[in-house]
Each structure stands twice: as C-alpha cells, then as structure tokens.
C-alpha cells in the first residue's frame, strides 16, 4: 500500500539565518510523500526569497506569501489547504531528525490511531548537541490520560510540533487562536479529547532551539499578559464539572502562572489576576503527588509570599 500524504506546515517569520538548517532537516526525511508548505508570514527580512529557492528545488515545497498575522494565522492558512492525510508543524527556527516523520506515522500505524507524539531535546544557540543513546520507550495514551500527562508537563507538553495529526481532527473548526500568544496551550487538548487515543514514543526527533529573540524567549509585553489571561479563562471554562481535570488542570495554570510573573514588572495592575489564580490552586497542587516536586515546593513557599518567591525565581533562573 502506498504511504498516506504528510503535510509539514513551517510558519516562517524572521528566522533567516535559521531557515535554511530547519527546511534542509525538513527536506531529508526518510519517508519521502510530503506536502510542505512555507508560510512566509509577512516576514521584512530575506526569508521570502529563502522560501521561493527552496521551492524551485522541490516540487513538494509550495510557499504562502502573507500579510504578518502571527504564528497561528500562519498556521491556519495552511490547514486550510492542506492535501495530507496528516499534519505535523515545525517551527522554523527549530529542526528534525531525518526520521521525524517516519517515527510519528509509524506510531500512528502501529497502534492505530489519529494522534502521536515524540520526545524532543531543548538546546540554545551555543549548545552543542550530542548524541543520545536512550532505550526508546512508547506508549499509548487514553484522550483523558493524554491530557493529564499534558498538564503535568510529564512525557509530552501542551506543544503543537513534534506531533503527528490525522487532518479530520480540524475538520469542526478547530484552529489556532488568532491574536493570542501561547496559543499551543488553548489547542493542543481540543485535538486530543476528539482522538481515540494518543500514542508517544521517548525518541528524541525534534530539536526546540530557545533563542532571546523568540516570542517565549522576548521581554514582557501586554500582548502576554492578556493573552494570558484569556487562555486560561478558557481552560477553566472548557474544564467545568470535569472532576477527574481538577489535579492536571490546577497544576498547569499554576505553572503557567508563576511562568508569566517572571516576565512581569512588579507594578503591572495585572499581577493581582495571576497572584489570586496561583492561592486559588496552590493548595490543590500541593496535595497532588502526581504534580511536580518543584511546582509543591514553589507553592509551599509562596505562602510566605508570592512576590518574594517571583524574586528568588528571578534570581535563580
């Protein structure tokens, strides 16, 4: 039988000096039937022209020229289109391994199911990767349990890429979140509640570059802090009167909370929404000994005060 379509989507903004390392990754795969769309974001560098290159070499490259929307408008456009059977995203200032695809659909076709994931390795620019002999682990994932693991941050994160998704789990509507950062988090778990069950392999496929200039690595801006809010009003919403969510949930808003006060200037009105979100949860984390052990020991501390556990934080990071 003839291997199914695969549509890579790489949204494409700024990254000129790291386009060309993630495309090549991209272009070498061992499973060879991909659709692979650049979506030039509006992007005022030469990234456009990098684009267009890459596709005059390639017949499975089609580029999208925009107006600059952000990530997930860039994503969406090019769902919109997409001729795979699966999709899978790639971020374009990260990279694959020459079998990234080939170890996401060969989860899917083992187990049969619409959604897989893979481990991945975080590095910065003037890391140098070595590699990682590992016993490779898989394992398969109810859509309830999946989303546990998710919140808890354990096996997978909330993240879109190194990840593998059958196309009719958007075919409801679902998209990325126009105009909000963080966007993966108000997504990933829609996706996963209307799969059968989510298989994960501990293979290391993916490498997430974190770089200052990124929109996680940039100074706090208002955009973050709103954008923070609104996400997780969202999950409180979408998780009401789901009891076995309570534990998972509570853990990752905390975490997400404390992660944004970081960023914040002491004297952002807004801080107060994040402060009395982190008390509201906090006990709840505690008790949990699924949660992570650094997130109950935060929590313990924050009783002395939270803004003096933001500063040791601070420090230490």
Known sequence: MKNPLITIIIPVYKVEQYLEKCVDSVINQDYPDLEIFLVDDGSPDQC??????????????????KKNGGLSDARNVAIDVASGEYITFVDSDDYVSDDYVSTLYGLIKKNDCKISA?????????????????????????????IKEMFYQKKFDTSAWAKLYHRSLFSDGIRY??????EDLATTYKLFRKSDKIAF???????????????????FSQK?????????TQ??????NTPQFNRPLSSRILNFSFHILLSMPFDNENRLFLINKIKSYRSTVIKDKEAKIKS?????????????????LKIIK
Not at 177 to 182: A, I, K, R, S, T
Request: aromatic share 12%; charged share 30%; net charge negative.
């Open 48 to 65: 456009g022209e990098i684009c267009e290159s890459y596709a005059k070499k390639d017949s499975r490259i089609k580029v999208i020229h």
């Open 177 to 182: 979140p126009v105009g909000l950062l963080y």
């Open 118 to 146: 893979s481990g991945f390795i975080k590095f910065g620019e003037d890391d140098e990767l070595k590699n990682n002999n590992k016993v490779i682990e898989e394992y398969v994932f109810s859509p309830d349990n999946a």
């Open 224 to 232: 973050k802090i709103d954008s923070t809010m609104e996400i997780i």
């Open 235 to 240: 999950l409180e919403s979408d998780f009401d």
């Open 201 to 219: 392999s501990t293979k290391e496929s993916y490498f997430y570059l974190i770089r200052s200039t990124s929109i996680e690595g940039a100074p």
């Open 296 to 312: 109950r020991i935060i929590c313990l501390l924050s009783y002395f005060g939270i803004n003096n556990v933001t500063r040791i």
